[in-house]
């Protein structure tokens, strides 16, 4: 059984990479097809799955900054859509019954409520995957719905305990004693090194959150979160994220798989599963709106409410505690399992085309900003150096520092991360924030300074987005830009990047020059 569906999943994702959709979606069909061929989930599916959110919202609060929970375009943003979903999506609920729709004619005020409710939260999975593929994370949209989705947890945590009657235990204040003995527990992650203790100590902290917050009769997962956020700050963070990732998304599989086989579904089931999916447009509505009068800019807006028009794996564990607790029926849990499927399909198809849309018809969006925008917000005029650097990760900062020791004051960094930002200009580097992926930026600065742009970044994807946003600005410089592969260098350069260094190979050119520094001198003095 377990080689089948391994066997599968990785046929469909596959399948589905290869018509330009992530994976996740071929896993998906993988547990629906399977289920249809009369397999059934094994224990096996649900501790991979368990496994795989507990680890990923783990390396969720690794990113996060706690600051970036308190902004009001966070906490209220979270909270008002939260409102303004239940009472419109109560009214659209009830409008369909009067339609005499199957199942939703035999609905009443209570059910009603529940099902919206469900369908209010947005999916962790499927939104951190979807930044995560984009290289998004970072980005001012990119926090801003992790953190949305944060306070979106933290409700459902809220009425878990509700519901359950799952009272934290009085001991649970003990938890606190962590914050004091933070000092020492960075002390002990110091230790382990950079090697293989790296992903062990991931795992035994995420899980040790996880069961220390269920003895205390609080939701693991939740403990999991709070585990990654208070390591946060440590200097490790990344290195532990990275060598958790490969872990992380083979071990989702079995959550993606899980959701097929929830049931076997009938046509009448996927027919209202797709009338609920309608409901999508105004989830990104509100989002939209609420985080534009929350002075954010139409292009952040856009791309977070986007990102967030999905329904939930937590929507899945609402309805199944109401369908344990005779509040809802099993066909409704089918019906939601199929709608949050659909709807992790749409947000990927359409989240694949937002840049480029949102570019072609910004002018649309943009009337709806306000005048005043946020702090945060506001582009810093960068210098007139002549060459740009996009991505201030290692190999950015490796070209910076190239650069500088050979040509002096003439280069500066671009990033989105604020704290990086900050850092590297105690460093005494020049490096701004800015998304390179905004056309606004590349509007708001003369470009005609600039004579080279190398996009230091990982993901192709984001550095073709680049390349579009600057070449539609008329810039007339160069651009060059890295890549891992072969093929990647290809379609690069067939895309209009004028020079693409393959990394690997690069890397091993200039570590060989370098080397071979050592012993010139002593040939040198030897020949004469």
Same mark, same amino acid.
């Given at each position: ?117 469900? #369908? ?54 003990? *938890? ?99 009338? *609920? ?64 499927? #659909? ?186």
């Amino acid at each position: 059984m377990e080689f089948t569906w391994i066997g599968f999943a990785f046929i469909c994702g596959l399948l589905t990479k290869l018509i330009s959709l992530p994976p996740s979606i071929g896993y998906l069909a993988a547990g629906f097809i399977l289920n249809f061929l009369g397999y059934q989930a094994d224990s096996m599916i649900t501790v991979l799955a368990d496994i795989g959110i507990t680890l990923m919202l783990f390396t969720i609060g690794l990113k996060l900054n706690v600051k970036d929970l308190i902004k009001p375009e966070v906490w209220f943003g979270s909270l008002s859509h939260t409102i303004f979903w239940l009472l419109f999506g109560l009214i659209i609920v009830k409008a369909i019954a009067l339609a005499a729709i199957p199942l939703f004619s035999d609905l009443d005020i209570v059910t009603s409520a529940l099902i919206v409710f469900a #369908l209010s939260f947005s999916s962790t999975v499927c939104v951190v995957k979807l930044m995560e593929d984009h290289g998004e994370m970072r980005t001012r949209h990119g926090k801003l719905a992790i953190g949305i989705l944060v306070m979106q947890d933290i409700i459902a945590v809220v009425f878990l305990v509700l519901a359950t009657g799952k009272v934290p235990s009085p001991w649970a204040a003990l *938890l606190l004693l962590f914050i004091p003995l933070k000092p020492y527990i960075n002390k002990g992650i110091d230790k382990a090194g950079h090697g293989e203790l790296i992903p062990l100590m991931g795992f035994f902290i995420a899980f040790g959150a996880y069961e220390l917050f269920e003895l205390m009769k609080i939701k693991g997962d939740f403990g999991a979160l709070l585990a990654g956020m208070y390591l946060a700050s440590h200097l490790k963070a990344s290195e532990i994220t990275k060598s958790l990732l490969s872990f992380k998304d083979l071990f989702l599989i079995g959550f993606f798989l899980s959701i097929g086989f929830t049931a076997l579904p009938t046509m009448e089931m996927l027919a209202i599963a797709s009338v *609920l999916t309608l409901l999508l447009p105004v989830k990104f509505l509100l989002f939209f709106f609420i985080l534009v009068k929350l002075k954010l800019r139409g292009r952040t807006a856009f791309l977070s409410a986007l990102a967030l028009s999905n329904f939930s794996e937590f929507g899945l564990i609402v309805a199944a505690l109401s369908n344990k607790s005779g509040w809802l029926s099993p066909e409704w849990l089918v019906i939601l399992s199929l709608a949050v499927s #659909l709807s992790f399909i749409l947000t990927n198809i359409l989240y694949n085309f937002a840049h480029d849309y949102f570019a072609r018809n910004k002018d649309k969006f943009k009337r709806f900003e306000s005048n005043k925008r946020l702090q945060e917000d506001n582009f810093v005029q960068p210098c007139e150096a002549p060459i740009a650097i996009i991505g201030m990760g290692r190999v950015g900062m490796g070209a910076y520092k190239a650069l500088n020791a050979q040509i002096g004051n003439q280069v500066w960094g671009l990033d989105t991360d604020k704290d990086k930002v900050q850092w590297l200009n105690e460093k005494g580097i020049q490096a701004y924030l800015g998304d390179a992926e905004d056309a606004d930026f590349w509007e708001s600065i003369d470009l005609s300074k600039i004579e080279l742009t190398l996009l230091a970044l990982p993901s192709v994807q984001d550095i073709m987005n680049i390349t579009a946003q600057i070449k539609r600005t008329n810039y007339r410089g160069k651009i060059a830009a890295i890549a891992r592969y072969d093929d990647e260098r290809i379609a690069l350069e067939e895309f209009g990047v004028d020079k693409v260094f393959n990394f690997y190979n690069e890397a091993g050119v200039g570590f060989a020059e370098e080397s071979l520094g050592l012993i010139k001198p002593v040939q040198v003095l030897e020949t004469n």
